[in-house]
């Protein structure tokens, strides 16, 4: 498709056709499934936000040059969808991301999983955080009695947070094996073993496969 309304932008449709063909729009939508389908937050993927972002502002430019240069509806039409898929991923996964900060910002405060977060992320979660420990200190804390006054733990004598939320990691999942894995373990007696061929679907506790899928070896769908 070879539009001459393209000469301003520099490039041809066909070099446009490629670059769009080879975007990481799969990646981000792989990437957003699985963010949608884990319990907890995934390691946030900076590069790939990045170039999606770019890739999203190179699509809107053209979108500009079009309707500069009357481009044909269909051509324009085409391009759009490709437009909105990019714009939809990237929004949700980013909001997805979000809703399990606000859901679990003091467990993740506190674990392994703040180093999975955007410096932007982590920002909104401290801000979760202090908001959350003054309202409560002001409107229910403050008037308990000594030793339940913590919005970490329900008593002096708890051993642990109980009044924490976690994500449930012994939550099944549906999964999709990307290569032939093999055997692999479930549980630490190795009583569970699971074949997992390529392309095979799969239902299976998320914290069993949770090292399969940060290495990239399985999907969740």
């Not at 549980?187 to 997992?196: M, T």
Request: hydrophobic share 35%; glycine share 4%.
């Amino acid at each position: 498709m070879a539009h001459g309304s393209e000469e301003g932008l520099g490039f041809s449709s066909e070099d446009y056709d490629s670059l769009i063909a080879t975007t990481d729009v799969e990646l981000l939508k792989r990437t957003w499934r699985n963010e949608k389908a884990s319990p907890e937050i995934l390691q946030f993927q900076a590069s790939l936000v990045q170039r999606s972002r770019e890739q999203i502002q190179l699509m809107e430019d053209t979108m500009e040059e079009f309707a500069k240069n009357g481009t044909d509806p269909l051509t324009v039409s085409l391009y759009q969808m490709d437009l909105d898929r990019a714009l939809f991923l990237l929004r949700s996964y980013l909001r997805t991301r979000l809703q399990k900060i606000e859901k679990y910002f003091i467990h993740i405060s506190k674990s392994e999983l703040w180093n999975r977060l955007s410096e932007q992320e982590q920002k909104f979660a401290k801000k979760c955080t202090d908001y959350m420990e003054k309202h409560l200190q002001k409107s229910v804390l403050s008037h308990l009695p000594y030793g339940y006054q913590s919005i970490l733990r329900q008593s002096i004598s708890s051993e642990e947070d109980d009044m924490v939320p976690e994500p449930q990691l012994d939550t099944f999942v549906f999964c999709k094996s990307k290569g032939s894995v093999g055997a692999f373990q479930l549980d630490d007696s190795g009583d569970e073993i699971v074949d997992l061929v390529a392309d095979d679907l799969y239902v299976l506790r998320y914290k069993s496969i949770k090292a399969l899928i940060e290495s990239e070896q399985i999907d969740l769908v």
